[in-house]
């Protein structure tokens, strides 16, 4: 036997701190890469009891000289593929397991053992610890390769066994059951059993899907799956985690190559992103080309495409990219929609590849869509312009329009809404008396022909107020809230004014009949 001392050219002060998750997940991957993934869970064998750790791989051996150099490894030049990629685990994991954690370790396989220590260097007259190998060699050849770590507690012991789940194999149990896999890529439903915080996750994502790339844990996705790219190669090696962006890159790869029953299943698990749209090309975390390419691949096969229509018969999908009319068409559709939701799930453009219709064209199928028509009967002018005073008189200074907006009939009987108004942009910057800010101007008022009508107008002028207050903004928007409030309350301080206008509006109809 032979024995000697080989120092590495590591610093024992060197500043890198791992983790002991990190340390373990090293120190398996040397096992890992030295047989098939589908082998691992058959040939990789360990043992804990008295502090002591031991991993080995039996029928397996390889040259010591892989353990001295960082970026040297068993994978160089391999053109298989392997979850290691940097040539230093072993070698930091040990500087760090040794100095850091006080472990014992211990390295053999076939002919030679090692035992990781630190000696003592001299540089420019300093003594410098380095860490180093005490090597035995021997005529005797073991064919096994085996790691012994002394000084493991249980808590140690228990990271080590989330760092095993931490690598791809198919008996791994956070896999559930296969939905597809081929030499680059599979698929899996995700169990049940827990995500580990010591896993890679991503943040917005959450712990619930699992990415694995280059057969290791790199990230999180926010559905049931088991994505694994195995065609993956890590360059930076500072970033245990992918990025959001990264992950939906692995989704797009994976579903590149899918067949059209894995891809039903996969767009199922893919529920909570199928209202997705993406409406900016460089929308790198969109997972609307995702859905594309997946539904693409269902398209593609009659069985599949019917199977998935049989399922999920009422899909109304919306376009992202609208244009002025268009956008006041969804604004109407919505309001359609709002009577129907019971009866439709509203989804991204990309199901519309499978034939599905978009809302509004669901809408206009039901007359749900307004029709609008100018003014014809004399009745119909002389409640406008009676509205129209009201506001004038009432509104001064308030409503800020010049010219007065055009008056146009909501002919629909079935329109969702009694009335609706037609804006563009404001290019000046206008306030009110009441310092509001102009926001729109107001090419349009509309009214529904169903509330043009002797008892209706408190509705009709309360619509009518309502729609020219959207010259302060949307809905939804503050300023509008605000503007709408102080019309009620002006109307409110007004009301004899207000009650002249009623008595012109009941005229109308009684000279009618």
């Known amino acids: 036997m032979e024995n000697k001392i080989i120092p590495l050219n590591i610093v024992f002060t060197y500043p890198v701190h791992w983790k002991t998750f990190q340390i373990f997940r090293d120190y398996i991957q040397n096992f890992y890469d030295s047989v098939p993934c589908n082998q691992w869970y058959e040939r990789f064998h360990y043992d804990f009891h008295d502090n002591t750790l031991s991993m080995r791989i039996e029928g397996q051996t390889f040259n010591y000289e892989w ?46 053992s090692l035992r990781v220590i630190h000696t003592d260097h001299i540089i420019d007259g300093k003594n410098v610890q380095m860490l180093a190998y005490d090597l035995t060699e021997s005529e005797i050849n073991i064919p096994k390769s085996e790691l012994i ?3 493991i507690s249980h808590e140690d012991f228990n990271i080590f066994k989330i760092a095993l789940k931490s690598f791809y194999y198919p008996e791994n149990e956070l896999l559930g059951e296969k939905i597809w896999e081929n030499w680059d890529v599979a698929v899996y439903t995700r169990s049940k059993a827990q995500y580990d915080y010591e896993l890679p996750y991503n943040y917005n994502f959450g712990r619930k899907g699992i990415v694995f790339c280059g057969y290791q844990i790199r990230g999180s996705n ?144 039901n007359g749900g869509l307004v029709r609008d028509d100018n003014l014809h009967s004399e009745l119909e002018k002389n409640c406008f312009l009676i509205l129209k005073d009201v506001c004038r008189n009432l509104f ?3 409503f800020i329009a010049d010219p007065w907006p055009s008056h146009k009939i909501i002919t629909n009987p079935k329109a ?98």
């Open 149 to 151: 770590l002394q000084g």
């Open 222 to 365: 926010p559905f049931d799956l088991v994505v694994c790219l195995h065609d993956f190669e890590q360059n930076d090696r500072e970033r245990d985690s992918l990025l959001e962006m990264e992950v939906v890159t692995v989704f797009k790869r994976m579903s590149a190559i899918l067949p059209a029953e894995a891809s039903f299943k996969i767009v199922e698990k893919m529920r909570r992103v199928w209202i997705s749209n993406s409406t900016d090309r460089f929308d790198f975390e969109s997972w609307t080309p995702v859905l594309r390419r997946l539904l693409s691949n269902i398209l593609y096969s009659s069985e599949y495409c019917k199977k998935f229509k049989d399922k999920y018969p009422n899909l109304l999908y919306l376009y992202p990219n609208l244009s002025k009319i268009q956008m006041n068409w969804r604004q109407e559709a919505r309001s359609w929609y709002k009577n129907v939701r019971d009866k439709y799930v509203l989804v991204g453009e990309p199901f519309s590849l499978l034939g599905y219709s978009s809302l509004e064209d669901e809408c206009r199928r």
């Open 416 to 513: 969702a809404y009694h009335g609706m108004a037609t804006l563009y942009k404001n290019k000046r910057k206008q306030f009110n008396k009441m310092h509001l800010c102009i926001r729109n101007k107001i090419d349009c008022v509309y009214l529904k022909r169903s509330i043009i009508e002797a008892d209706k107008f408190y509705d009709s002028l309360s619509t009518y107020v309502h729609e020219m207050c959207h010259m302060f903004g949307g809905d939804s928007s503050e300023n509008f809230s605000l503007g709408l409030t102080h019309a009620m309350e002006i109307l409110l301080e007004n009301t004899a004014i207000v009650e002249s206008a009623h008595q012109k509006w009941r005229q109308q109809f009684c000279d009618k009949a």
């Open 67 to 112: 353990l001295l150099h960082i970026g040297a490894s068993t994978k160089t030049n391999s053109d298989q593929k392997h979850a290691g990629y940097f040539g230093e685990g072993f070698k930091i994991a040990s500087l760090c397991a040794l100095r850091d954690k006080h472990w014992e370790i211990r390295m053999s396989s076939g002919n030679w």
């Open 396 to 398: 001064s200074d308030f």
